[in-house]
């Protein structure tokens, strides 16, 4: 009940301030009450172009996502596990990896032929570097003495990579798939603004160009919610494939 409390008092206070037109150092009289959002919300979710567009970026979010899952655990791996691979690799990631992904928007409507595929491509990206780097610290963290004590008993390359590497990262991977969750959204909203032509992103801005406004506080609560419901699949995901580990409390 005392998680709910801050968000009633956060709503009462919205409220308050704009059905009362309060103009303090920041204006409230321009902004909905939660009363039209509420309203506007309610007209939305009966019809069927609100669960469109929800479906648009929840599948750009996820196929964006598990690729950049893929690759970047994988990429995490080799650059740290093998000398050459990161001699050659590496110069090139750190290259790239300081330029933010919603930067990359004009290449991506230059080199894929669709808008849909370019979308995708800006989320992976945005997914890719947070995974990779958690990925590199969490396997050049391992103790090296798990390695050895596997190697002694006739372990090889692949029961180390298997039995050590993959269990023991994985706490610090699941911290970068976190981050890059977080950072999908942020992107993907913002490219489906600049080049979509549906979802919840390109929905919001387009309530914002006819002065929508009740609409846009509809699509930036939609994005809140969906953020927060990915990113805890993903943290109850973790937690599940990490439960050898010590809880504080021993919670799991």
Not at 12 to 36: C, H, K, M, S
């Amino acid at each position: 009940m005392r998680r709910f409390l801050s968000l009633a008092v956060a709503l009462g206070l919205w409220q308050y301030l704009t059905a009362n037109d309060i103009t303090w150092w920041v204006r409230f009289d321009r902004l909905p009450t939660v009363t039209e959002v509420a309203r506007e919300f309610g007209d939305q979710l009966g019809g069927s172009t609100y669960y469109d567009d929800l479906e648009a970026s929840l599948t750009r979010i996820l196929s964006g996502f598990v690729l950049a899952a893929f690759a970047g655990i994988g990429a995490g791996i080799l650059v740290t596990r093998s000398r050459i691979a990161g001699d050659l690799l590496q110069p090139l990631l750190e290259v790239v990896r300081p330029i933010p992904a919603i930067a990359m928007v004009p290449i991506a409507i230059l080199v894929f032929p669709t808008d849909e595929q370019g979308i995708t491509f800006i989320t992976f990206l945005a997914a890719f570097f947070p995974i990779l780097v958690s990925t590199r610290h969490a396997v050049r963290a391992l103790p090296t003495l798990w390695e050895d004590a596997l190697r002694t008993m006739g372990g090889r390359r692949r029961h180390t990579l298997w039995h050590v590497v993959l269990p023991g990262t994985l706490p610090g991977v699941f911290g970068g798939l976190s981050v890059g969750m977080g950072v999908s959204w942020i992107c993907v909203i913002s490219a489906e603004m600049i080049s979509g032509q549906y979802g919840v992103g390109y929905r919001t801005w387009q309530a914002y160009t006819i002065v929508d406004y009740p609409g846009v506080i509809v699509g930036m609560i939609s994005i809140g919610i969906l953020g927060w419901a990915t990113a805890g699949l993903v943290e109850l995901a973790g937690r599940r494939a990490t439960r050898w580990l010590p809880r504080e409390g021993g919670a799991r």
